[in-house]
């Protein structure tokens, strides 16, 4: 597809599972961020990558999130022993230049909705 | 402390109207300020980037000011149809980092 895709849509989960988030970029960008969206809040950020490596994962709120990007395209979001504070919808945006929001925009997905009990 | 605010109250005006929404920050140093707009369970889309050294960018019907004295940014929709109801989000994009930091967004809605 031509844009960034999400998957799952959705995901409900209990309180200790472990979830995987996923996010396929748009060919050829090369940074690709994480963000965190709460009910009535705007995006916080969480991580970012140039490339393979994160440049920037000053936003993960604590060691239970993690991210990769393995081959510098498609990233995954894991977050080990879920809590009910979890619950938010994770968005993906990528970023076609070198220098990532200095370059323009972002391109995001429609996020995925975690839910956790 | 550093701080992004938006208007948290929804904007409701008449169709027609000019739409003006208000992003103000503090202990910030932006290079660039960005604004997206938001569909409910959609992801942010980009509308317009201004740059730190401009004072007003335009774009069709939209129109961007930024004043880095005030520590402002106005975002206008003119001749508003009922079609650009939607969260509108402010970004800043600092000097020392290549992450967009988001404000809380306002919700306009306008009526026919």
């Known amino acids: 597809g031509a844009g960034v895709s999400q998957t799952p849509s959705n995901k409900v989960t209990e309180k200790g599972k472990y979830v995987e988030l996923r996010c396929d970029p748009i060919?050829?960008?090369?940074?690709l961020y994480w963000y965190r969206q709460s009910l009535g809040q705007g995006p916080e950020f969480l991580i970012y990558f140039q490339g393979t490596g994160a440049a920037d994962d000053s936003g993960l709120p604590n060691d239970r999130f993690f991210a990769v990007r393995p081959e510098g395209s498609v990233s995954t979001l894991k977050i080990q022993r879920t809590e009910r504070g979890d619950s938010a919808v994770y968005l993906c945006?990528?970023?076609?230049?070198?220098?990532?929001?200095?370059?323009?925009?972002?391109?995001f997905g429609e996020g995925s909705r975690l839910t956790v009990l | 402390s550093q701080k992004i605010e938006q208007n948290s109250e929804a904007l409701n005006i008449q169709e027609g109207k000019t739409a003006t929404l208000t992003c103000n920050y503090t202990?910030?140093?932006?290079?660039?300020l960005q604004w997206y707009r938001q569909d409910p369970g959609r992801g942010p889309v980009f509308l317009l980037l201004i740059r730190e050294n401009e004072k007003e960018k335009r774009k069709e019907r939209l129109k961007v000011t930024f004043d880095t004295t005030l520590k402002q940014s106005l975002f206008h929709i003119t001749a508003s149809q009922p079609a650009d109801s939607a969260t509108y989000l402010c970004a800043l994009d600092l000097y020392n980092t290549d992450k967009l930091i988001f404000g809380t967004g306002t919700r306009l809605q306008v009526f026919p």
């Open positions: 202990n910030y140093s932006p290079a660039y």
């Open positions: 945006a990528s970023s076609p230049g070198t220098s990532g929001g200095k370059s323009g925009e972002l391109f």
């Open positions: 060919s050829g960008h090369t940074a």
